[in-house]
C-alpha cells in the first residue's frame, strides 16, 4: 500500500498491511529547515536526520491550517485589515534571546493588553500576559464588533500542500474549536474558575467565537470534502480542570456542530485532548467523532490503551500512546518493548484503525542521540509488522 492508501483504509476502518505511524507534528507541522531565521530551530543540523527520518519513513499526516500560516494556534488577528486597525495595535521587539509582543486592544475608550515571548531556542510561545484577566474584561472583549474575526480562507494552499505530499500521506484540515479559542484568552488557572462560576459569560464569549469558526468549517468542509480533520481545544474541558459534565455544555454544543458539517461533507474527525479523557469519551464517540489523540498512558492520561481498542475501537480510531518523555529519556531497549506493547494493545482484536504515534514532539534547537534513535525504533517496530496483522 501507498502511505496515502494505508492512511485513508485505517479512517474508513479497511484492512492494511501495517499500522501507520505518524511522528505527530515532525512530519505533520510545515517547516523549513533552510530558513536562517534564528528563532527557527529546524535549521539545526541535529533536526536533519529527524525530519528526513519523518519524510521518508512515517505515513505523512500533514497539518494544515485554512486560514493562517502556523497550525495549531487560535484566532489571533483578521483578514479584515483595515477594522482591525481601528481596534488593535500590535508592537514586537528582541530583548536578551527572547520576540516579545504587545497586543492592546482599544475599546470604546478602554484598553486590554496581552503580551507573549517565544525564546531562540524553543518552537513555542509563552503567554506572560493573557488579555482576558477578569469579567470586566469579558465584557469589553464582547463589544469588539464581529466584523474583526472574519478570516481569509485559504483551499487553494490546502489542495497545493496535498498536491505536493502525493502518496506520501495525506492532509489534515486543523482547526481550533470556540472552547480554545476563549480559553486562550485567559490564563488556565482563571479560565477554570470563569468557566466553572460564570457560565452565562462564558456561553457569551463562545457563541462569539462559535460564529466565525463555524462559519470556516462549514465552508472548508463544502470546499475540501472527505479529508481528515483535527479538533483541538476539548482538552480545556477535561478532569482536573472541570467536570465531565461541563463537556457536553461547552464542547459538544460549540464543537459538535463542527463535527457534523465536516461529516455530512465526507470527512474525518479526530478530536485532540491530552490528559484524562475517560471521562469524555462516550460524549466523544456519541458526537460522531472518528478518531482521538494522543490517548497518554497513565499517569499521564487515566486509560489504557487495550482497554480504549476493546471499548471503543470499533468506532474510533486510535492514535497514541507514546509518551514524548520517554522517547526524550528512555534507554533505546527498554523504549522498544514500550512500543512492542503499544502496537500489541493498539491492534489486538477487532477495532477500525491505529496508528502509532507520539504524545507531542521535541520543541528544543538540538535533538539528542537517543531522542532520534527511539524515533527509529518506532519506525523498525512498525516494519516489524507489515503483513502481520
Not at 100 to 108: C, D, L, P, V
Not at 116 to 133: A, F, H, Q
Not at 188 to 215: D, G, M, P, S
Amino acid at each position: 500500500m501507498t502511505r496515502r492508501e494505508r492512511l485513508m483504509a485505517t479512517l474508513k476502518g479497511e484492512a492494511v498491511d501495517r499500522p501507520a505511524v505518524s511522528f505527530y507534528e515532525i512530519g505533520g507541522f510545515l517547516v523549513d529547515p533552510g530558513d536562517t531565521d534564528e528563532y527557527n530551530i529546524y535549521n539545526s543540523p541535529s533536526w536533519q536526520p529527524l525530519l528526513d527520518l519523518a519524510e521518508n519513513q512515517t505515513d505523512i499526516i500533514r497539518m494544515v491550517s485554512p486560514v493562517r500560516a502556523q497550525s495549531h494556534l487560535s484566532w489571533n488577528g483578521s483578514a479584515n485589515v483595515n477594522i482591525r486597525q481601528q481596534f488593535v495595535e500590535e508592537n514586537t521587539w528582541e530583548e536578551s534571546n527572547s520576540r516579545f509582543t504587545r497586543q492592546i486592544f482599544k475599546i470604546g475608550g478602554k484598553e486590554l493588553t496581552s503580551l507573549s515571548r517565544r525564546d531562540k531556542n524553543l518552537d513555542t510561545v509563552w503567554t506572560i500576559e493573557p488579555l482576558l484577566k477578569n469579567n470586566d474584561d469579558v465584557k469589553l472583549f464582547l463589544q469588539l464588533p464581529d466584523e474583526i474575526f472574519e478570516e481569509h480562507i485559504d483551499i487553494t494552499r490546502l489542495r497545493e500542500v496535498e498536491n505536493k505530499l502525493g502518496d506520501r500521506g495525506i492532509v489534515l484540515v486543523d482547526t481550533e474549536d470556540p472552547v480554545c479559542a476563549v480559553a486562550s484568552l485567559f490564563t488556565l488557572e482563571n479560565f477554570t474558575i470563569f468557566a466553572f462560576t460564570e457560565q452565562a459569560l462564558c456561553h457569551k464569549l463562545l457563541e462569539k467565537h462559535a460564529v466565525y469558526i463555524h462559519k470556516r468549517t462549514e465552508h472548508v468542509a463544502r470546499e475540501f470534502p472527505g479529508r481528515l480533520w483535527r479538533i483541538y481545544g476539548p482538552e480545556y474541558i477535561t478532569e482536573p480542570f472541570l467536570p465531565s459534565t461541563f463537556f457536553e455544555e461547552y464542547v459538544v454544543r460549540y464543537t459538535g456542530p463542527m463535527v457534523k458539517r465536516i461529516k455530512d461533507n465526507g470527512g474525518y474527525v479526530r478530536i485532540h485532548s491530552h490528559g484524562r479523557v475517560n471521562n469524555i469519551l462516550d460524549y466523544i464517540v456519541n458526537m460522531g467523532v472518528d478518531g482521538i489523540d494522543p490517548i497518554e498512558p497513565p499517569p499521564h492520561g487515566d486509560v489504557e490503551l487495550k482497554d480504549l481498542r476493546s471499548k471503543y475501537g470499533k468506532q474510533l480510531v486510535l492514535f497514541g500512546n507514546i509518551e514524548i518523555t520517554d522517547i526524550e529519556n528512555m534507554p533505546s531497549d527498554k523504549f522498544r518493548g514500550v512500543v512492542k506493547q503499544t502496537i500489541a494493545d493498539g491492534t489486538s482484536g477487532e477495532g477500525r484503525g491505529f496508528v502509532l504515534m507520539p504524545s507531542a514532539s521535541p520543541y528544543g534547537r538540538n535533538i539528542s542521540e537517543t531522542t532520534l534513535r527511539n524515533y527509529g525504533v518506532m519506525i523498525e517496530e512498525i516494519l516489524n509488522n507489515q503483513d502481520n496483522i
